[in-house]
């Protein structure tokens, strides 16, 4: 997350994270609204691909995502608190697959996100970070 400026950028704040799994939130300001002054969709859809690179990567390895899909199912508005939880449902030693749900304040599913990726063999280390910059 330190390194992470897009995730600081949209407000998240990591809840948990474990071997597979992660917790975020974040609060819908004014600014991630779209014309018709809904949230963007985009915003479910970063929350949640936050969430599974926070989960996929808390094994220790680079984990690189390959394939990603999203449902949006209700309207997020302005002052809305949402929150991504994932649920690893399919892992082998290079891949993995997440559900992610993101909810709202009220606990109401927003969105459905599905997430594939590719673990590498690289481990995490703090000359990864610097070389990937």
């Known amino acids: 997350m330190n390194s992470d400026l ?3 950028w949209l407000g998240i704040k990591i809840i948990e994270i474990k071997l597979g799994k992660c917790i975020v939130k974040t609060t819908v300001n004014k600014e991630m609204l779209n014309g018709f002054g809904i949230a ?3 915003i479910t859809y970063s929350l949640a691909d936050s969430c599974l690179a926070f989960a996929a990567n808390s094994y220790g390895y680079l984990a690189l995502s390959i394939d990603t ?3 949006h199912l209700k309207k997020v508005k302005d002052g ?3 929150k991504a939880s ?3 449902t399919y892992k082998t030693e290079s891949n993995q697959e997440y559900q ?3 909810t709202n304040q ?4 927003v969105a459905e996100f599905y997430g594939k990726v590719h673990l590498s063999k690289k481990k995490w280390t ?3 970070l610097k070389n990937n910059n």
């Open 6 to 8: 897009f995730s600081q």
């Open 40 to 42: 963007h969709g985009g």
């Open 69 to 71: 899909k999203i449902k």
């Open 80 to 82: 809305h608190v949402l």
């Open 86 to 88: 994932s649920k690893l």
């Open 100 to 102: 992610i749900l993101v």
């Open 106 to 109: 009220l606990e109401e599913v």
């Open 126 to 128: 703090s000359d990864l």
